[in-house]
């Protein structure tokens, strides 16, 4: 009889603890997993104002700061220079906008006005007007981002590399 | 495989054997539901832990981010509020559980000898949850936090001599600031806890070498005879009382839809600050305790209630637990609790009835939505408090102060020339308005408008037809703006007053889309145009006011009563101050010339 007393408790016990458990955990695991399930740190906007299109000489590159805000989890930082990007604007008033990174190992490219080539100065690298590799080791043309022009503005998605 | 594993890790550590011996410690005279409060502590103390630890990896301590990172728990994740929720009642909870517990120990008379120092790690345990509770209610960094706590460090600066060291110790400096937090924070995290846990230890070792103390009238042969394994008869009606008690929580939590959170610390603010409702009778003591004998509510009291409990034991040496043989110290710990309860309940009964407070209370509800609302937005890296900058309302209040006060009175603050404004546009301001428009809220003796003699619930109509013009109306009832429709068009009001064509001009205001944004922005500009007051106007036109301001000043308006909503939350000026303290003196207006 006390056995069998027990060994029903004992299984009661166990269910009714596991419901506990089980409720318990669930919220916390709920939490826990939040970065998971929302982005925590992200630019505010997508496509981001480079100024207008009056501001770029045609024909040669521009370098320019890209500014935006930057929401981080509860905080929002204003004005933040994100980086910077080549922005160049062709005879039809088209538009590439280059990423500062050279796609060998990242170094900061310059313009080279005499030579009218991109040159990185980590391994000499060389690109033309249009990106492409000249010489060198980059195993690929500059990198670019999307651009648009609206009422005027120069606007770059600066979350995606092409 | 998995046995050998098990085995081996038998052989090496005697694990399961440990388990086995503390699973069939033998419960004398039988398994009980006056035992539960124990193990339903420790139960609670976990669930604290693992909430509380949950929470850290969330949350950030210091004067500036501390308020927003609560506010992520509990408006940006998705359980987070629940966390919370349960962290904070389950303080409480572990604070009514423990008294329980004691008072049961003491009942049984569980504190004699041999278990003197049971009790006293005990009473120990008790100091620590107090502990717990004054550090987190200061962790979120709110205006209820932040007051409340001030006045439990200024206790600690009324101790003779020490005091003020001990203050400046515990705030990190002498103001409250980054370092106050840090400390709290270190305090609620790892010093208490760790404390804790040595100390319920010590309790728990206590107990298990002591045995559980039975009801005092058990007989000697039960006691003796009647022996149950902990496992599973006493820990069967542990985890009922451990579910019981986890779903009464969750209950709480969803009822109240989580723990408050304030608006942030606002240190040029004068809040009334309250404790938690287990510190409030330490609180109302203090109002008894004027001049010189503050002293007496913060120290001494306090003090020689503790050195009661501690000598307790040391005290009562009879050995009959019989509550008849304890009667003085069964009138000693009951009057001590009477005393307490009294004060709790003076506290809150004086709270009830507090004008202010209960103003205080409605005001901190609608600061806290407010905040929410702006902190959606990003808060930016000044700190919390730098959301009202942005916030169209707080410079709409400045600029009401600044130049409509004189005349409008709201909350019994300001002048009488114009309209009294408390509550102003709402149904019942309105209705208000239209059952005597001569009353001495409204335009007193320059009133040329007739009393609308009919009964409330049609001035009510009335007023739901008029502000269900503009957008914004809470919980628009249709049928009331079908009936008030009628009478507006039908009766007489459209004798004087054009409504339907925003450009009609008669005898008396245009009503169309009356109080909405655009009427309040037309009429505040210039209200002597005819499609307003015309030649009978008494109050200045304020065309001076920038777009901006007048967008503020509008939005405040709408504010004032909870039937509307703002239909545009346009921003004010952008452009924080560095190095703010109080929004409401620090706004500048950079564009008011
Ligand atoms: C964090 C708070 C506390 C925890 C987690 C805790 C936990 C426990 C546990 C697990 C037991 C053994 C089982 C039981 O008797 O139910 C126990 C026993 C005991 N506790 Fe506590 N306790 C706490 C606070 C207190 C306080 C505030 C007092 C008294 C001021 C106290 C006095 C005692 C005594 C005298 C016993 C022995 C009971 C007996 O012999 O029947 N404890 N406590
Ligand atoms: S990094 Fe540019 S060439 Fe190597």
Redesign the pocket.
């Known amino acids: 009889m006390e056995n069998n007393r027990r060994k029903f408790l004992k299984i009661v016990s166990h269910s009714l603890g596991g419901v506990l458990a089980a409720g318990i955990a669930a919220p916390l695991v709920g939490l826990g997993i939040h970065p998971w399930l929302k982005e925590t740190v992200y630019g505010t906007e997508d496509f981001i104002n480079l100024g207008k299109l009056e501001d770029f000489p045609v024909g040669v590159p521009k370098k320019m700061n890209v500014t935006s805000s930057k929401m981080d989890a509860w905080n929002i930082f204003e004005g933040l220079v994100m980086g910077s990007v080549w922005v160049l604007r062709k005879e039809d008033d088209s538009l590439s906008v280059f990423s500062v990174n050279c796609p060998h190992l990242g170094c900061g490219i310059n313009w080279g006005e005499d030579e009218k080539q991109f040159l990185c100065p980590c391994h000499e690298g060389v690109f033309d007007l249009n990106g492409k590799v000249l010489s060198g080791p980059p195993p690929r043309g500059l990198y670019s981002y999307e651009t648009k022009i609206e009422n005027n503005n120069v606007l770059i998605n600066y979350k995606k590399l092409i | 495989m998995a046995n050998k594993l098990c085995e081996w890790i038998e052989d090496r550590t005697g694990l399961s054997k440990l388990l086995k011996a503390a699973l069939d410690e033998p419960v004398h005279g039988g398994a009980k539901w006056s035992?539960i409060?124990?193990?339903g502590?420790?139960f609670l103390?976990v669930l604290q832990a693992v909430t509380g630890i949950l929470m850290a990896s969330y949350y950030s301590p210091s004067s500036t981010t501390a308020w927003g990172s609560v506010y992520y728990i509990q408006h940006k994740t998705s359980f987070g509020w629940f966390v919370r929720g349960v962290h904070h009642y389950g303080s409480s909870a572990m604070m009514i559980v423990?008294l329980v517990?004691?008072f049961q120990?003491f009942i049984?008379g569980?504190?004699k000898r041999p278990?003197e120092l049971?009790?006293i790690s005990?009473?120990i345990?008790?100091l620590f949850?107090a502990g717990f509770g004054l550090t987190g209610y200061l962790l979120p960094w709110d205006q209820k936090g932040y007051w409340a706590t001030q006045v439990a460090t200024n206790i600690m600066g009324t101790v003779p001599v020490i005091g003020k060291y001990i203050k400046i110790l515990h705030q990190g400096g002498s103001d409250y600031g980054n370092f106050t937090i840090t400390r709290f924070y270190t305090l609620h995290v790892f010093l208490l806890p760790i404390s804790?846990v040595f100390f319920?230890f010590i309790?728990?070792a206590l107990?298990r070498k002591?045995g559980?103390?039975p009801y005092w009238k058990m007989r000697e042969d039960v006691l003796r005879d009647r022996v149950d394994p902990f496992w599973p008869d006493q820990i069967f009606k542990d985890i009922v009382f451990a579910l019981g008690m986890y779903a009464a929580l969750a209950g709480v939590v969803f009822w109240t839809r989580g723990a408050e959170l304030q608006a942030p610390a606002d240190p040029a603010s004068n809040y009334l600050a309250r404790p938690e409702w287990y510190f409030l009778f330490l609180f109302e003591l203090l109002k008894y305790c004027q001049g010189k004998y503050l002293i007496v509510g913060t120290v001494i009291i306090p003090a020689l209630a503790l050195t009661f409990?501690f000598v307790l034991p040391f005290i009562d040496r009879n050995t009959s637990r019989y509550p008849s043989k304890r009667i003085p110290y069964f009138g000693a710990i009951f009057s001590g609790l009477t005393g307490a309860v009294v004060l709790t309940v003076l506290a809150m009964h004086h709270d009830s009835k507090d004008i202010h407070i209960i103003h205080q209370r409605e005001e901190a509800e609608k600061q806290a939505a407010r905040a929410v609302k702006l902190a959606e937005k990003g808060i930016p890296p000044t700190g919390a408090l730098s959301i009202f900058l942005h916030d169209p309302i707080a410079l709409g209040e400045k600029i009401f102060k600044e130049s409509c006060i004189g005349c409008h009175k709201i909350g019994g603050e300001g002048g009488d020339n114009g309209p009294d404004f408390t509550n102003f546009g709402s149904r019942e301001w309105i209705a208000g308005l239209l059952k005597n428009p001569k009353d001495a809220k409204y335009f007193k003796g320059s009133g040329a408008m007739p009393p609308i003699k009919l009964p409330d619930e049609s001035l009510l109509d009335m007023a739901e037809f008029l502000l269900s013009q503009s957008v914004g109306l809470i919980h628009q009832n249709a049928e009331r703006v079908e009936r008030g429709k009628e009478l507006v068009l039908k009766g007489n009001c459209v004798v004087c007053h054009p409504i339907g064509n925003k450009d009609l001009k008669k005898i008396a205001p245009n009503l169309t889309e009356y109080l909405s944004e655009t009427w309040l922005k037309e009429f505040i500009r210039n209200p002597g145009d005819p499609k307003f007051y015309g030649t009978r106007n008494k109050m200045p036109g304020f065309d001076k006011l920038t777009e901006n301001q007048l967008d503020a000043l509008i939005q405040y308006l709408i504010s004032l009563s909870k039937d509307r909503t703002l239909v545009s939350e346009k921003l004010g000026n952008r452009g924080y101050v560095f190095g703010l303290t109080a929004p409401r003196t620090m706004i500048n207006f950079q564009d008011k010339s």
Do not use: C, D, K
């Open positions: 035992y409060f124990g193990s502590l420790v103390f423990a517990h004691m120990v049984f569980a504190y278990r049971n009790w005990g009473v345990l008790l949850l804790l319920l309790h728990i107990f002591h559980v103390t409990l």
